[in-house]
């Protein structure tokens, strides 16, 4: 499974939610070995100012059960910005 997930916020929150982020992701890869988090960027601001990042997770088979969830509640506990947008990519065969 690859999940992207992306989401825009105002560039001066920059710090916290990338420090927020790597916590995520760091508890993420303790409680599902093999899982690649990586974290991208869009070049610039877009015209209101807002930043688009993407979080990128690989390496877990579609049927992990409850990565999605554990994604979602730590997404919240960390007052992660909103609204984000998931979309699931599978390896062609």
Same mark, same amino acid.
């Given at each position: 499974?690859?999940?992207? &997930?992306?989401?825009?916020? %105002? /560039?001066?929150?920059? =710090?916290? &939610? $990338?420090?927020? %982020? @790597? !916590?995520?992701?760091?508890? $993420?890869?303790?409680?599902? =070995?093999?899982?690649?988090?990586? *974290?991208?960027? @869009?070049? +610039?601001?877009?015209?209101?100012?807002?930043?688009?990042?993407?979080?990128?997770? @690989?390496? +877990? =088979?579609?049927?992990?059960?409850?990565?999605? !969830?554990? *994604?979602?509640?730590? /997404? *919240?506990?960390?007052?992660?910005?909103? =609204? @984000?947008?998931? !979309? /699931?990519? %599978?390896?062609? !065969?």
């Amino acid at each position: 499974m690859n999940l992207y &997930v992306y989401f825009k916020f %105002i /560039v001066a929150d920059h =710090p916290q &939610v $990338l420090k927020r %982020i @790597r !916590e995520m992701h760091d508890q $993420l890869s303790l409680e599902f =070995p093999g899982l690649f988090c990586d *974290l991208l960027k @869009r070049p +610039l601001p877009d015209q209101e100012g807002r930043e688009t990042w993407m979080e990128v997770y @690989r390496g +877990l =088979p579609t049927n992990t059960p409850g990565f999605n !969830e554990r *994604l979602l509640e730590l /997404v *919240l506990s960390k007052e992660l910005p909103q =609204p @984000r947008r998931n !979309e /699931v990519f %599978i390896p062609m !065969e």
